[in-house]
Every structure is written in structure tokens, then in C-alpha cells.
């Protein structure tokens, strides 16, 4: 363990995981000719006055950009210079040859197929002057009939229309009544009518991010031939069975078939010693057919868990066809084996239900964030990219993210690390903040979709949950669209339609092994009661609960909803100065100029963050107006950890009380873990993968053991939350803010600490607790505590409590921090000395990309020693000239 009380492997993850990913599907045989069709297409605007090449898989944005026709889409107010770019339409086009390796199978083969795993999103595709098909939904996959139509050396044509006049176009055709919105608030600067189009909601702006409607081939493209059949999609399922008490794994085979076939299915997991064989029989045309292979009951099956809670295993399953004529097949999935389930069920003295989560009959809180798209254009999310935010997750404690459903499902490799990490997912369905048509092309295409997402995702053992979409529930309950009364009804059963009647009803039929929820929030089984729409959405009786208040004093703990389960909360703060950098010129560095404000799309946004931090802190009032931007921007992240910190560790002290009817709160997941672009926004990790003061914020308040300090009523508690069973000792100084010795020491017996439970450790009246140490008063002294298990094994990071705001701190000097650098393997160590307590402590290395193992922190000491970690190759001499130290008292 380290000093925040996580396990000091988490470090070297990153290099782990990255040994680890590879380990996928392998396809192939069963007589399937493939041709890739990845690379460089060309690419032309409509009047053919552009003309370059572009890779597929790729985007529009992406392809300009590299040839130079246009600069960094991020770059200031590219978003609105590059606005011509989604307005235009756009042809790809490649040329092919097939080879001599496939020319055998496809020229002359029965049946021959086109795969676009993703088209970004309304296009009409030919080949050799044949349109094949037109595509309407980038979260689909779509295979076009290609047989009769190949040559020696073939063209292939994908024409793409803006997207943002397909959603205008389809929006006029749709007369009989609106689908509302219409367009973003104005502060976003987006398109409209998004909810006319099955593309990533938040690609026609969000309240964190611009407007790139791209066009693009997003996703793999293949030619596939083949004489008797192919395999479309193998679905492996773990599943315990109660009527036999052991596992299974059922795996469904999904075929397109020329010629009906028979053949052999062979399904094995050597290390549980379990092997069975099937007999195969396909009728021509899509054939499914469906294997359950049954564990081995003389083997013990390691179960996977979240991470923090055990180990998360994942097997290998292998597959193997045979097909009378020859034919064969050979794959390998990784699998794991857990239940998951969603309790609610009535609680004692209070009334509604509760919700949580049992894995492997494990009540387990939730605790992480929400995720959002890694960037407007997928292309660039790299697997590094992804994997650094994703480590980062872990590294802060998460067991879950929340895919949320304004954005993308994401791409395998997510979830596979996801499983590997222990990371839980939540996730929704692609349906965000809005109303949806339900004309019966759309719920086509909807449907589709699903099915085809479900069969995509359901063998990974992290994701726990689905969802059928955000805020859509409260959307209609809160009538934030200004309904007419009379017009409800029209739209509650539009929605009962799309997600209940269609969504819901797919999702079951498709997958028995999790839970499906229609909203977020939502009142679950209530809202269901209520016919789907509960009156009130975000009753804390039930379900979960999104919270935002931003003018209210987040210090005060009473304002949060004692809720079952908080799914979504945050505030904002701004990105780091070198991130900020990057796409900005000096004249920008300022919180009064244009481009603070047109970065800012929250109504209010950049005046919301300093009142908040006004309630606690002055405000930097340096004369250098570039220091004082930069003080701005450190008093925003302040703001926002110590927000976010207090909600968080409000619901994980929630957890076993039931105050007034309310708690049991079972997940904490702020709003948002990533950025998309380099603005300001509620994340706590910023576009680059820079950590925010939140996100080293969070390795603490998630920590598996923490100690919480309130005041409530003039008395001072102090809890303990563990997810471990532990017998713990509090020890609690109070400090002057002019000096390094405590004033005093308490501390307590050893106590029984409950795992998954809170145990209150210390109660005093806040007036004696002073008063007894030296006369403190609430201006002149902080309270510091911990709790640690026997011989430090487990230990909650230190934490604090102000018992008065830090502007009114007294006697809280200017310090002076000095620091010195050394090489300390593969880490450089930070010796920091300082002449006197100093707040928020923030250590800052520009633009070097890595983790310090602690920051933010209260320097309580007169010497501290941080490290940090480099995800890049670099020098001391280079952290040494970037380093830069900021406290709390410097910026007034
Ligand atoms: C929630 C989310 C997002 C949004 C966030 C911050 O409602 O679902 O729609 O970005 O709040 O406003």
C-alpha cells in the first residue's frame, strides 16, 4: 500500500495491460475469403473542389487536417471556421484489385459480400457503378450483396451526405407533430434536429463539447466470398444455472448460409477441464443455432470480480466447426464468470425500494464516473489513449463507468480492458437528453441496431448493466420541452414505444445474464408502475438520481439527495494551462475573453465556477494578467475537487443509514471521468489524459478504506467507510494554520470497522474539540485524521476537515516551497520542503504526460516527498524546467 492506501502495483498497470490486450478473436476458415479494404481511399468534396487522399477507417475532419487543408479542428474557433466541412458532402472512393489469393473465391464463388462495420452515417454505396445499398445509422454494421457485381479490378463508392441536413431534411418531412428539441441552447453554438439521426448525439455540440457532425467510413471495411456459408457472430455466454448449481456457457452461432450445411461444433475450456460436441445443421439464408456447454463440477471456477472486491479472471473459450465438405472454423474468446443482479427490494423504516448491485451475491457499491467520447473524431482514440484513461479509472479506485447515451458504444477494445481492469460498465443505449421520431424506418434501424450492439457486447463480463437511455424519463416527467398538457400522453407512448415495447423488449429477448433499465434516472420497478414516466424521476426512494447544483454551497452536505444511488453529479472546472495552450494565442488567456467564453457551452458556466469557489476562497488577484488566468484556472480545480469530494464521500457515508427515510446509497459515479476537447467541463481527467486535481482527488475519496469528517448539529463526527472488514484506530491532530506540531492528538480505541458499512469512530461537540486543544478556534486550525489497521496494512488516506472557510483561515502565510528532483528508477522523486502549512499543493509538469502518487494535497509538514511517473520518455533536466508548485496562498 501507499500512502492513499492503494496498492502501489496500480503504478505499473499501464505496461500490463498493455501485455495483455492482444489476446482477441481470431476468425478465419470455413472456406470465407476475406479482402480488407482499410487504407487510403480518395477523397472529394461535392464540387470536386477538394480531392485527397483519406484512410479508412477514418473521418472527413481527420483526412483535411493531415493534407494541411485545414489546421487543428480544436485550434481556437476552428470548430465555426471548419462548420463548411459537415455542410458539404463527401464521396471516398478505392479501387481494388482481387488479388490472385482471393480472385479463386470471389470472381467465381456463390456469394460475395461487402462488410462496412461503420459508416458515419448517411451514405449510398456503389460498386462498379452499382448502388449496392444506403446506410442511416453509425452504430450499425451492414453487409451488402455484392455476387455477379465484382470484376477483375473493382470501384467503390461511398457517398456521404452532411448529416446535418439529413437530420434538417428528415426533421421538415416529419409534419404530423414535433420530436422537440429543435436545435442546442445557442451557448453550445451546435446543429439541429439531432434526434432525427442515428449518430452520436453529442456530435452537434454538448454542454462539454463542439460540433463536428464528421462523415467518414468510422469502421472496418471487407469483402467477404464464400461457396457454402460464413459465420456471422459468435456470442459466448456464462451463466450459472440454480436448477443444476453449476456454471454454463451457452454460445450462440449466428450464419449466413449459401447451401445448407452440416457440420460439427466442437466448444472447449481446457482450464476448467470442460469439452462438449454438437451436431450443426443450416438451412440456407441467416441460420442461428445456439450450444450450451456445461462447466465441469469437479473443477472450482474462479469468479471475476470487480475491481477491489478479487481477481478478475478471464478464461479462454475455445470454438471449433467443422462443416461435412471440409470446411473449418477456429476461434478463441476470452470469458469470465459472475452473475450480476440488481436488487430492489423494500427497506425497513423507509419507504420505496432499494437499488444496488449484487455480483456473485456480493452487495458491492459502485464507485466511478461517467464516460463520454474520447474525441469528436474517433479515428484518434488510440489504443494508448484509451488505455491511459481507462488505467487512470482504476488507478482512482473505480469499479464502474457509465457509457453514457449521448455518445458511441465503444470500440471491443474498451470493454476488453474494461474486463481485464474489473471495471464495471453501465451501459446506455445511444438516446440522450431528447425525444425520438418512432416512424417505423427509424425503429428499424433502432432495432437493428440493438440487436446487433447486444450480440457485440454481452460476453464481456464488465458490462453489468443496460440502459435505455439519458434523462429521456425526466425529459418528459419535467417537461423540459414545455408540452402541452393535452400532448403529453402523445409522448409518454412514444416513449413506452421506443424504448419498453422495442428497446426493452430486444434486450431481454437477447440477454437473460443482466439487468435492463429503461432511463437514467429513472424510479425502476416504480416508474414502471407508473406507466414508465414516473411522476417524479428523481424520487431518492428509488432507483437513481442525477444531481446538479451549482449555485448552491457545495460544502454543505445537507443539500445533496440522500439517494439510493447517485449516477451523475459534478461541477466544472477549467483544463490545465499547457493543455489550454495547445489551441490558444496569448490575447485568449484571459476569463473575460472570447475565447473563454465560446469554449464555455454550460449557460453560465464560467461564472457558476467562481461564485462557487468565491463561497470559500478569494479569488486571484495577481497584476500579471497571464498568472492570474493561471491562478483562475487552479482555483476552478479546487473548487471542483472539494465539490465533488464532499458529494462523494456524502453518498459513500450513505450507505448504511437511513436518515428521514432516505440512504442506502449504493453507487457514487460523478459526472464525467474524460474530456473530448480542450474546454472547460465537469471531467476529472482532461483531453490528453492530463489528471485534474479532482482525478487525484478521487484516488483518495475512493480509496477501499476512507475516513470522513462532518460537522452536523455543532458536533464533529468522524466515520469510517471500508468495502474491507478491518480493526481499525482513529487518530485525529488539530493544526494551527501558522505551524507544523499539532496542537493536539486524540486517539481512539481499536474499532471494528465493518466492510461495506460505515462505523462512526468519534463525536464531539465541535466548540470542545476546540477549545480543549490550546483554544483553536474554527479561523485558526484544521482538524486532520486517519484511520489505520494493525501494523499500518491498511490505512485510509489522511483527511481533513475545514471547520471555517480557508479565506477566512488565520494566520495561513505565503509559503515558500523549494523542491529538488531525482532519478529514483523509473520514477523521479520530488523532495518538497516548505516554510509553512500550505493548501491544495499542486505540482505541475506542463505538458509531460504522467501521474504524480499524490498532488493537490495539504502540506502539513515541513518537508513531503512526491513521485512521479512519466508515460513518455523523459529527462530530469526536463521535469526540473517544467515543474511548477502553486498553493492555495499564492494566487492572493
Ligand atoms: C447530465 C448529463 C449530460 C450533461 C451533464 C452536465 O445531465 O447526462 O447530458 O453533459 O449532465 O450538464
Given amino acids: 500500500m501507499d500512502r492513499l492506501g492503494r496498492p502501489c502495483v496500480h503504478l505499473t498497470v499501464l505496461s500490463v495491460v498493455y501485455a495483455l490486450f492482444v489476446v482477441e478473436v481470431t476468425c478465419g476458415g470455413l472456406g470465407v475469403a476475406e479482402l480488407s479494404l482499410n487504407g487510403v481511399w480518395a477523397l472529394r468534396n461535392s464540387n470536386g473542389s477538394l ?508 443539500k445533496f439527495p440522500r439517494t439510493r444511488f447517485a449516477s451523475e453529479y459534478g461541477f466544472q472546472s477549467w483544463p490545465s494551462f499547457s493543455t489550454l495552450r495547445k489551441v490558444t494565442v496569448p490575447a485568449d488567456w484571459d476569463f473575460g475573453s472570447n475565447f473563454s467564453s465560446h469554449r464555455q457551452h454550460h449557460n453560465l458556466g464560467n461564472i457558476q465556477m467562481l461564485l462557487q469557489a468565491l463561497l470559500h476562497y478569494i479569488l486571484p488577484n495577481n497584476t500579471d494578467p497571464v498568472q492570474r488566468y493561471r491562478d483562475n484556472i487552479y482555483i476552478t480545480q479546487v473548487m471542483q475537487a472539494q465539490c465533488v469530494k464532499t458529494q462523494t464521500e456524502f453518498y459513500r457515508r450513505s450507505r448504511s443509514d437511513i436518515v428521514e427515510g432516505k440512504g442506502h446509497t449504493m453507487g457514487a459515479l460523478y459526472w464525467q471521468l474524460n474530456d473530448i476537447w480542450q474546454a472547460p467541463s465537469w471531467s476529472s481527467i482532461e483531453f490528453g489524459g492530463k489528471w485534474k486535481m479532482l482525478h487525484y482527488w478521487a484516488v483518495r475519496f475512493f480509496s477501499p478504506l476512507i475516513t470522513v469528517g462532518v460537522e452536523d448539529n455543532g458536533d464533529f463526527l468522524l466515520y469510517a467507510v471500508s468495502d474491507l472488514n478491518v480493526d481499525c484506530i482513529l487518530k485525529v491532530k488539530l493544526y494551527r494554520w501558522n505551524s507544523f506540531t499539532p496542537q493536539c492528538s486524540l486517539e481512539s480505541d481499536w474499532t471494528k470497522v465493518k466492510g461495506g458499512g460505515v462505523t462512526q469512530m468519534f463525536q464531539c461537540p465541535v466548540s470542545k474539540l476546540l477549545t480543549d486543544c490550546r483554544k483553536c478556534t474554527r479561523h485558526t486550525c484544521v482538524v486532520i485524521f486517519d484511520v489505520s489497521g494493525q501494523g499500518d496494512v491498511v490505512r485510509s488516506p489522511t483527511n481533513y476537515l475545514f471547520l471555517s472557510s480557508p479565506q477566512d483561515a488565520e494566520g495561513l502565510q505565503k509559503p515558500k516551497i523549494t523542491f529538488t528532483v531525482e532519478e529514483a528508477g523509473a520514477r523521479f522523486k520530488v523532495n518538497l520542503r516548505c516554510s509553512s502549512p500550505a493548501l491544495f499543493v499542486w505540482l505541475d509538469v506542463e505538458d509531460i504526460p504522467g501521474v504524480f502518487d499524490d498532488n493537490g494535497f495539504l502540506m502539513m509538514s515541513e518537508s513531503y516527498t512526491v513521485f512521479f511517473t512519466a508515460w513518455r520518455v523523459t529527462t530530469l533536466k526536463e521535469v526540473v524546467d517544467k515543474l511548477h508548485i502553486t498553493s492555495l496562498r499564492d494566487i492572493y
Avoid at 455542410?87 to 489469393?101: A, E, I, K, M, R
Avoid at 445509422?137 to 448529416?163: H, P, T
Avoid at 431534411?169 to 451557448?187: D, G, I, L, N, W
Avoid at 448525439?201 to 469483402?223: E, N, Y
Fill in 51 to 558: 480531392s485527397l487522399s483519406a484512410g479508412v477507417p477514418g473521418c472527413v475532419h481527420t483526412g483535411l487536417q493531415l493534407h494541411g487543408v485545414i489546421e487543428d479542428p480544436y485550434y481556437r474557433f476552428n470548430d465555426l471556421a471548419y462548420r463548411w466541412i459537415s455542410l458539404d458532402n463527401w464521396t471516398y472512393t478505392v479501387s481494388f484489385p482481387l488479388s490472385d489469393s482471393v480472385r479463386y473465391v470471389s470472381l467465381g464463388s456463390k456469394r460475395a459480400v461487402l462488410v462496412f462495420e461503420g459508416v458515419d452515417t448517411v451514405s449510398t454505396i456503389s460498386l462498379n457503378g452499382v448502388i449496392i445499398g444506403k446506410t442511416d445509422n453509425m452504430f450499425r454494421r451492414y453487409d451488402f450483396e455484392v455476387a455477379g457485381l465484382l470484376k477483375d479490378v473493382n470501384i467503390l463508392e461511398v457517398w456521404l451526405m452532411s448529416a446535418v441536413t439529413y437530420a434538417s431534411e428528415k426533421r421538415q418531412a416529419h409534419t404530423a407533430y414535433s420530436v422537440p428539441p429543435e436545435c442546442p441552447p445557442v451557448v453550445q453554438k451546435g446543429e439541429c434536429h439531432i434526434n432525427f439521426i442515428r449518430k452520436a448525439q453529442c456530435s452537434f455540440s454538448w454542454d462539454w463539447g463542439p460540433s463536428f457532425p464528421t462523415l467518414g467510413i468510422w469502421k472496418d471495411v471487407r469483402l467477404e466470398s464464400f461457396d457454402t456459408l460464413r459465420l456471422l457472430s459468435f456470442v459466448p455466454s456464462p451463466k450459472y444455472d440454480t436448477v443444476l448449481s453449476g456454471w454454463t456457457v451457452e454460445v450462440e452461432l449466428f450464419f449466413d448460409v449459401a447451401v445448407a450445411s452440416k457440420g460439427i461444433v466442437l466448444l472447449s475450456v481446457p482450464q476448467l477441464q470442460s469439452a462438449a460436441k454438437f451436431q450443426l445443421s443450416l438451412m440456407p439464408g441467416q441460420s442461428n443455432a445456439s450450444f450450451v456447454l456445461h462447466i465441469s463440477q469437479n473443477v472450482t471456477v474462479d469468479l471475476w470480480w470487480p475491481f477491489g472486491h478479487g481477481q478478475q479472471p478471464l478464461i479462454k473459450l475455445l470454438i471449433d466447426i467443422s462443416i461435412e465438405g471440409g470446411e473449418t472454423f477456429h476461434a478463441e474468446r476470452l470469458i469470465a464468470f459472475r452473475t450480476v443482479e440488481l436488487v430492489q427490494e423494500p427497506i425497513l423504516e423507509s419507504p420505496g425500494r432499494s437499488f444496488y448491485f449484487r455480483i456473485n451475491g456480493q452487495p458491492i457499491f459502485l464507485k466511478g464516473s461517467n464516460w463520454i467520447p474520447a474525441h469528436a473524431f474517433q479515428d484518434q482514440v488510440t489504443a494508448d489513449r484509451l488505455t491511459q484513461l481507462l488505467v487512470s479509472a482504476q488507478m482512482a479506485h473505480m469499479n464502474v463507468l457509465r457509457v453514457w447515451g449521448g455518445g458511441i458504444y465503444e470500440q471491443d477494445l474498451f470493454y476488453s480492458l474494461c474486463d481485464q481492469l474489473g471495471i464495471m460498465v453501465w451501459q446506455d443505449f445511444m438516446f440522450a437528453c431528447a425525444l425520438y421520431p418512432i416512424e417505423q424506418d427509424f425503429i428499424q434501424s433502432v432495432r437493428e441496431e440493438v440487436t446487433q450492439q447486444v450480440r457485440r457486447l454481452k460476453s464481456h463480463p464488465s458490462v453489468v448493466i443496460w440502459s435505455g437511455n439519458n434523462e429521456n424519463e425526466a425529459a418528459i416527467a419535467d417537461n423540459w420541452f414545455s408540452i402541452p398538457h393535452e400532448q403529453r400522453q402523445h409522448y409518454v407512448n412514444d416513449y413506452v414505444h421506443l424504448y419498453v415495447e422495442n428497446i426493452r423488449q430486444i434486450v431481454q429477448q437477447e440477454d437473460s445474464t443482466r439487468p435492463f433499465l429503461v432511463s437514467s434516472p429513472t424510479n425502476a420497478v416504480e416508474s414502471e408502475k407508473e406507466g414508465w414516466v414516473a411522476h417524479n424521476p428523481y424520487d431518492p426512494h428509488y432507483g437513481d438520481v442525477h444531481f446538479y447544483s451549482y449555485v448552491t454551497d457545495c460544502w454543505d452536505w445537507r
